[in-house]
């Protein structure tokens, strides 16, 4: 197969001004607390192998032991996961995964129970950031490993 476009380089200012969003939201108090959870949950969702192995990394480097990047694809059935993250994982779920008439009642109200009016709105655009980056991945196609150098993930000294 060759080689697809590189969308960053292609259309170099928006992909600037969708990476200053995604720094934006690295800022808040929340994404910090729950973003590689998140970030995680959603590559694996959808496919996004690139996305997958640079936000483990990522994770790696900011502290996040491995079994827990490991129970991330079975998070409901793990006792590694606190209740308040195991609510972001189910509403990242829902919210990558839209059902037909949109997010449930019963899902929205379970994801209140843990987060405020403003936690759960950078929740959600956390995870509107992540799935458009997935999308751009999953279209394009990135070797994953690609951009470690790039922005510092090969201090994960995973390989």
Same mark, same amino acid.
């Given at each position: 197969?060759?080689?697809?476009?590189?969308?960053?380089?292609?259309?170099?200012?928006?992909?600037?001004?969708?990476?200053?969003?995604?720094?934006?939201?690295?800022?808040?108090?929340?994404?910090?607390?729950?973003?590689?959870?998140?970030?995680?949950?959603?590559?694996? &969702?959808?496919?996004?192998?690139?996305?997958?192995?640079?936000?483990? *990394?990522?994770?790696?480097?900011?502290? !996040?032991? @491995? +079994?827990?990047?490991?129970?991330?694809?079975?998070?409901?059935?793990?006792?590694?996961?606190?209740?308040?993250?195991?609510?972001?994982?189910?509403?990242t779920e829902v919210v990558t995964n &839209?059902?037909?008439?949109?997010?449930?009642?019963?899902?929205?109200? *379970?994801?209140?129970?843990?987060?405020? !009016?403003? @936690? +759960?709105?950078?929740?959600?655009?956390?995870?509107?950031?992540?799935?458009?980056?997935?999308?751009?991945?999953?279209?394009?196609?990135?070797?994953?490993?690609?951009?470690?150098?790039?922005?510092?993930?090969?201090?994960?000294?995973?390989?």
């Amino acid at each position: 197969m060759s080689q697809r476009v590189n969308y960053y380089q292609a259309a170099a200012d928006l992909s600037q001004k969708y990476m200053e969003f995604s720094n934006a939201l690295k800022k808040h108090p929340l994404v910090r607390e729950l973003g590689d959870l998140v970030n995680m949950r959603a590559s694996q &969702l959808n496919g996004c192998a690139f996305c997958v192995d640079m936000h483990s *990394k990522e994770a790696k480097i900011r502290g !996040e032991r @491995e +079994l827990r990047l490991y129970h991330v694809a079975v998070w409901w059935e793990s006792p590694l996961f606190s209740e308040r993250e195991k609510a972001a994982l189910a509403w990242t779920e829902v919210v990558t995964n &839209l059902p037909p008439h949109g997010v449930p009642d019963e899902a929205y109200e *379970k994801a209140r129970a843990h987060f405020n !009016e403003e @936690e +759960l709105s950078v929740l959600t655009l956390q995870i509107v950031g992540i799935n458009g980056w997935n999308r751009l991945s999953v279209s394009f196609r990135p070797e994953p490993g690609s951009a470690d150098a790039a922005f510092g993930l090969d201090k994960a000294g995973l390989k």
